[in-house]
């Protein structure tokens, strides 16, 4: 790509794979072969190169990292639907105001009256915890743009706290536990 346009981020060279072991179907998908020949690998992120550096943009799927893990929003969205008291769905990544750190945010319509705990619960069966979502919030219908896709743009911000996922913050019981707490 010329410089200053986004583009998928190829790496090649002597330190790359050749490809997944006994896999070659998500080989061919992954390790495409370069012009000169070699394989590359296929990164998925969005990059541009500004002078001698490359600068990071995002993912061009919408896989995301959170609390250290990579989740695939998808999947999350997937097991959100085995719910039979779901219509519709998308999950999306954001910035917790208070911490700092990436959460999930999963946006429901619901075909019934269904708790965010039983959301939790249905979800715990079938993934690990640090793919259930942070905050649910309930939509009456999802926006959609012209084309009948999910508008992430004008989903609304999800709150600050759910009512029943609290600040998960101990206040210090003994002595020593105070004391840890001042100094940190």
């Not at 070659?24 to 998908?29: H, I, K, N, S």
């Not at 896989?63 to 999950?91: C, H, S, W, Y």
């Not at 700092?100 to 079938?126: D, I």
């Not at 959609?144 to 029943?164: E, H, M, T, W, Y």
């Amino acid at each position: 790509m010329p410089q200053g346009v986004a583009g998928e981020l190829f790496v090649g060279g002597a330190g790359v794979a050749r490809g997944y072991l006994r896999r070659p179907a998500l080989t061919a998908e992954r390790f495409p072969p370069s012009p000169g020949g070699d394989r590359v690998y296929r990164s998925g992120d969005l990059v541009r190169q500004i002078t001698d550096d490359v600068e990071y943009l995002g993912r061009i799927d919408q896989q995301v990292k959170v609390r250290g893990f990579r989740i695939e929003l998808g999947e999350v969205e997937a097991a959100l639907l085995d719910n039979p008291a779901v219509a519709m769905t998308t999950v999306q990544a954001f910035t917790s105001v208070r911490t700092g750190q990436q959460r999930l945010a999963a946006y429901v319509v619901p075909r019934e009256l269904v708790s965010v705990e039983q959301l939790r619960e249905h979800l715990a069966r079938k993934l690990p915890d640090y793919m259930i979502p942070f905050v649910f919030v309930t939509l009456e219908a999802l926006p959609l743009s012209p084309n009948g896709k999910v508008d992430r743009a004008a989903l609304p911000p999800p709150p600050v706290a759910q009512p029943d996922m609290d600040d998960p913050t101990v206040e210090p019981r003994t002595v020593v536990e105070t004391f840890i707490a001042q100094t940190w």
